[in-house]
T-cell receptor
Framework: QQQVKQSPQSLIVQKGGISIINCAYENTAFDYFPWYQQFPGKGPALLIAIRPDVSEKKEGRFTISFNKSAKQFSLHIMDSQPGDSATYFC???????????FGTGTRLQVFP | ETGVTQSPTHLIKTRGQQVTLRCSSQSGHNTVSWYQQALGQGPQFIFQYYREEENGRGNFPPRFSGLQFPNYSSELNVNALELDDSALYLCASNLRSVNEQFFGPGTRLTVL
């Protein structure tokens, strides 16, 4: 029940295309859903996050879509750039623990 | 605003030895969490410290222990190192009751 399932494992997108990464969770106590971006040899960097009271949040080229009934959320990267090439992790936590449960990661490669 | 810092950057130990990793939280943050990230995997929660006390623990044995100091910095100690302890150890900080966790660059531990 603590798992967060992430897909796909890897993604190849052409420059200017849309990258879509999906996550699903089971624990209905989760109420905070962040996405992290990680470059090789670096720590994860917080990209964007959403709470269950909204269905979508947009920050620049990054959008989170959230479906509470399906217990799924996704990251959309519009106009993908080679500099977006990194590993992306979804995560979830509940307000009473702050403990983040991470997905298994998606390696995104954007080719010019 | 100073971000999360960790030391050392890299560390090589042999089986059975003990190791101490250090973390300075982002200014204004009072909660520190430690995560272990094996190669190609998502970070796994080890434990969290708030007000100098352990405040939640993941599925890690007692040979993983920690401390938090009055200035909110923290240490992770691992005794009786095993080969499987080889990983990137990440420290994250946040302000209690605010979910946003910010990660440091990590310490790469290699156990031979």
């Amino acid at each position: 029940q603590q798992q967060v399932k992430q897909s796909p494992q890897s993604l190849i997108v052409q420059k200017g295309g849309i990258s879509i990464i999906n996550c699903a969770y089971e624990n209905t106590a989760f109420d905070y859903f962040p996405w992290y971006q990680q470059f090789p040899g670096k720590g994860p960097a917080l990209l964007i996050a959403i709470r269950p009271d909204v269905s979508e949040k947009k920050e620049g080229r990054f959008t989170i879509s959230f479906n509470k009934s399906a217990k799924q959320f996704s990251l959309h990267i519009m106009d993908s750039q080679p500099g977006d090439s990194a590993t992306y992790f979804c995560a979830a936590s509940s307000h009473n623990t702050d403990k983040l449960i991470f997905g298994t990661g998606t390696r995104l490669q954007v080719f010019p | 605003e100073t971000g999360v810092t960790q030391s050392p950057t890299h560390l090589i130990k042999t089986r059975g030895q003990q190791v101490t990793l250090r973390c300075s939280s982002q200014s204004g943050h009072n909660t520190v969490s430690w995560y272990q990230q094996a190669l190609g995997q998502g970070p796994q929660f080890i434990f969290q410290y708030y007000r100098e006390e352990e405040n939640g623990r993941g599925n890690f044995p007692p040979r993983f222990s920690g401390l938090q100091f009055p200035n909110y910095s923290s240490e992770l100690n691992v005794n009786a190192l095993e080969l499987d302890d080889s990983a990137l150890y990440l420290c994250a900080s946040n302000l209690r009751s605010v979910n946003e966790q910010f990660f440091g660059p990590g310490t790469r531990l290699t156990v031979l």
